[in-house]
Nanobody
């Protein structure tokens, strides 16, 4: 299973970006998709997750919106009111299973850089 993320870039504070991540390969069922981010010198942190429920990090609530297209195995992250603290590499992931195997697997995308200038 491979994930291809896109949509990162450079934006001024207060601006918006939309990230996309498409999962491809032998996916039989998806349990969850989501986004993490890692800023320089910091640990990777969860940003948003969409499965049976939708969850957001406190720092992005009210500004970011996660959505998913189940027909295409694509997850989106709409990011508004961006500030310099949102600068990080954003990684998408999918938790999935393949046909005939009763366990969940995790796959990660390569990361896309988001830089917010002040």
């Amino acid at each position: 299973v491979q994930l291809q993320a896109s949509g990162g870039g450079l934006v001024q504070a207060g601006g918006s970006l939309r990230l996309s991540c498409a999962a491809s390969g032998p996916i039989y069922e998806i349990n969850a998709m989501g986004w993490y981010r890692q800023a320089p010198g910091k640990k990777r942190e969860s940003v948003a997750n969409i499965g049976d429920n939708i969850e957001y990090a406190d720092s992005v609530k009210g500004r970011f919106t996660i959505s998913r297209d189940n027909t295409k195995n694509v997850v989106y992250l709409e990011m508004n009111s961006l500030n310099p603290e949102d600068t990080a590499v954003y990684f998408c992931y999918v938790q999935y299973r393949v046909y005939g195997i009763r366990r969940w697997y995790d796959a990660w995308g390569q990361g896309t850089q988001v830089t917010v200038s002040s």
